[in-house]
């Protein structure tokens, strides 16, 4: 069974960092890209990063650009996700996701997530 | 960026009711269309992948359909189970965008 279980979450005051991790179980770890995905409260989904099965691709939206950092550990099944220079529109619940690219891309698994609140 | 419009915003059905909601891309997006169901303090699940494909464990009564650049979500017989928000994804190209969600509830 595929499992996905996020940890790491809090608060944290606007401008401080926080890493996020993912430990993955059920499947080959090394040959799926990841990816993590947030939702505000009472909001909608936002794609927030992606890393490729070796981790020497990476990918972000303008949003989190610069501040945030994907980054794995296929020995350990993990994912993570390096959050700093942390604002207030950060306040999110975090997924992680593992990401199907045979031929079209979509997300097959995801976590429970994660909370993170930015606030002073 | 693709901008995805999802409609309706809200929706209100019977049981056993038919059920569509439509995902409009701001440019061609091929297949590369996913539909996902959230309930309540839970993750997105996935229910259906390349516009038209039902992921595993998916009941039948959910499909969907692409009908030049508009895709939708059809589900027939609608039953309690299936009320929460559901998302379309486009996965065609960084960055991956998501539709604005249709929360779905039980008239």
């Known amino acids: 069974e595929v499992q996905l279980v996020e940890s790491g979450g809090g608060l944290v005051q606007p401008g401080r960092s926080l890493k996020l991790s993912c430990a993955a179980s059920?499947?080959?770890?090394?040959?799926?890209?990841m990816a993590w995905v947030r939702q505000a409260p009472k909001k909608g989904l936002e794609w927030v990063a992606t890393?490729?099965?070796?981790?020497?691709?990476?990918y972000y939206p303008d949003s989190v650009k610069g501040r945030f950092t994907i980054s794995r550990d296929n020995a350990k099944s993990s994912l993570y996700l390096q959050m700093n220079s942390l604002k207030s529109e950060d306040t999110a619940t975090y997924y992680c996701?593992?990401?199907?690219?045979?031929?079209?891309?979509?997300?097959?698994?995801w976590g429970q997530g994660v909370m993170v609140t930015v606030s002073s | 960026d693709i901008q995805m419009t999802q409609s309706p915003a809200s929706l209100s059905a019977s049981l056993e009711e038919i059920v569509t909601i439509t995902c409009q891309p701001s440019?061609?997006?091929?297949?590369?269309l996913s539909w996902y169901q959230q309930k309540p303090g839970k993750s997105p699940q996935l229910l259906i992948h390349?516009?038209?494909s039902l992921a595993d464990g998916v009941p039948s009564r959910f499909s969907g359909s692409r009908s030049g650049t508009q895709y939708s979500l059809k589900i027939n017989r609608l039953q309690v189970e299936d009320t929460g928000i559901y998302y379309c994804?486009?996965?065609?190209?960084?960055?991956?965008?998501f539709g604005g969600g249709t929360k779905l509830e039980l008239k």
């Open positions: 059920g499947f080959t770890f090394s040959n799926y890209y």
């Open positions: 390349s516009a038209t």
């Open positions: 440019q061609d997006i091929g297949n590369y």
């Open positions: 994804l486009q996965g065609y190209s960084a960055p991956w965008t």
């Open positions: 996701a593992r990401i199907i690219t045979t031929v079209v891309y979509y997300f097959d698994y």
């Open positions: 890393i490729s099965t070796s981790g020497s691709r990476t």
